[in-house]
């Protein structure tokens, strides 16, 4: 069977995740996406059969063929990865969360392409990804520009602000990882005080995830913990 070691590998995320918030004193759900990029289809039925309802994908076209080969599968698609404002015409209908809408002009385009798309559906979520450790190859805004990235968001009638997301440096130092991810919890909180509603806090994944929990995370974007490494 594709995939065997997935609902081992699950199970023991879980675990951990209750042992980390357990040590920690942190309380709360936390959300698993099962990041499928670069995997096969079989990666999609194979988190289904596991229990997994929220899969992510990186890119919205190699989203769309997995979407279309499992479109009996009551599953929850998330676009985790960077997303350019002319695909943004392909999100509604086949996505329920964006967490990468790293500026004004991004969640103008979606709200747009939500509008346009005329459907009688709720608004769609979508997060502000903040470049946090303010690395120059990464996506995301700077932190200090997250707040009107947000209110951007907030005021589309389309578009529901659902959180922040984060992607920390590839490091092994934990410290480095917490003090990240820590940076996005304080900035959702500064939004907060602001007025705006943003529960959500996605960063952590397979490298770093029990940093991310330990400092609050309610969703965690995991790969390879799961599915192993991708194909070469």
């Known amino acids: 069977m594709a995939f065997a070691d997935l609902p081992g590998n699950l199970m023991r995320v879980v675990e951990e995740i209750d042992r980390v918030q357990s040590r920690e004193g942190v309380s709360g759900g936390v959300r ?12 999609v039925t194979a988190a ?19 979407q279309d080969a499992t479109r009996g599968l009551q599953l929850r698609w998330h676009l985790v990865g960077h997303l350019q404002t002319n695909k943004a015409k392909y999100v ?17 385009a979606l709200a747009r392409a939500v509008e346009r798309a005329e459907r ?10 903040v470049n946090v450790a303010q690395e120059p190859q990464k996506s995301g805004c700077q932190p200090e520009e997250a707040l009107e990235v947000a ?16 992607i920390a ?14 940076a996005l919890r304080q900035l959702r909180e500064e939004l907060q005080h602001s007025g705006l509603a943003a529960p959500e806090l996605s960063m952590g994944m397979s490298t770093d995830y029990r ?3 330990a400092e609050g995370a309610t969703i965690l974007r995991l790969g390879t913990v799961l599915f192993g490494e991708r194909p070469t």
């Open 48 to 66: 289904h059969s596991a229990g997994v309802a929220d899969v992510g994908e990186n890119r919205v076209q190699e989203a769309l063929g997995k």
């Open 151 to 166: 209110a951007r968001i907030a005021e589309q009638p389309a578009l529901q602000l659902a959180g922040l997301m984060t």
């Open 32 to 43: 698993i996406v099962a990041v499928t990029k670069g995997h096969p289809v079989a990666a």
């Open 120 to 129: 009688s559906e709720a608004p769609m979520e979508a997060m502000v990804q």
């Open 211 to 213: 940093a991310a929990v």
């Open 169 to 182: 440096p590839f490091t092994d130092d934990e410290k480095t990882q917490r003090r990240v991810f820590a």
């Open 92 to 108: 509604p209908g086949r996505f329920a969360v964006v967490h990468s809408v790293d500026s004004v002009r991004v969640a103008d």
